[in-house]
Nanobody, 121 residues
């Protein structure tokens, strides 16, 4: 199973970015998908998470600015980030709970490689 994140970059405060994360491999099912971030010197924190049924939760610091969506058919999750602030500067990681074709009864957690977002003031 591989998670490939993309879409990071350098933007100015107030601008937008859209992150994508595609899950590939011998996948039977995906339940939870989420975005985390880790700023320099800080612990990794949850940004937004979504269940397969569509329920999405956001961290308070991104509510109203970020929107997470997922395309179950494409096994892809997106994070639309608007009104970016310098405090949003971090490496953003996608995360998914995946059951594979050979281990369909068990969901294991997988992480993407991270995509860097830098917001200048």
């Amino acid at each position: 199973v591989q998670l490939q994140a993309s879409g990071g970059g350098l933007v100015q405060a107030g601008e937008s970015l859209r992150l994508s994360c595609a899950v590939s491999g011998s996948i039977f099912d995906i339940n939870f998908m989420g975005w985390y971030r880790q700023a320099p010197g800080k612990e990794r924190e949850l940004v937004a998470g979504s269940t397969k049924g569509g329920s999405t939760n956001y961290a308070d610091f991104v509510k109203g600015r970020f929107t997470m969506s997922r395309d179950n058919a494409k096994k892809t999750v997106y994070l639309q980030m608007n009104s970016l602030e310098p405090e949003d500067t971090a490496v953003y990681y996608c995360n998914a709970g995946v059951a594979t074709s050979t281990m369909w009864y068990r969901y294991l957690e997988h992480w993407g490689q991270g995509t860097e977002v830098t917001v200048s003031s």
